[in-house]
């Protein structure tokens, strides 16, 4: 394994852990999406950190990261909407305060 794939696990590794630590210690909604966004971008550079060192002359592996990143920033935009929404509706963004929601 090359040093610059090591260094690009490493870091990926690093936000991984801030990404689950952010999730799961936080109660309020928008904190929550921000860590799994920082999940997400963790499993994405991890991604183009091993194609890049396993096929090096195929573009595949950054239009794929590319697709999902935009499916992330659309899934971003309806939780804060959510997020806006409930705020408005209750005055809060808490998930301890949502657990009365239902469809």
Known sequence: MSAELLTVVMIGAA?????IYGALS???????????????AAALLNLV???RY???GAMEGQMFVLIVMT???????????VAISRFRARGSV???????LKG
Do not use: K, S, Y
């Open 54 to 56: 396993l096929h090096p």
């Open 15 to 19: 936000l991984f852990g801030t990404g």
């Open 71 to 81: 499916v992330m920033a659309v899934e971003m935009a309806v939780g804060f909407a």
């Open 94 to 100: 808490e998930m301890e305060e949502a657990r009365e």
């Open 26 to 40: 936080q109660t309020n909604l928008v904190m929550i999406m921000m860590g799994i966004e920082l999940i997400l």
């Open 49 to 51: 950190a091993f194609w």
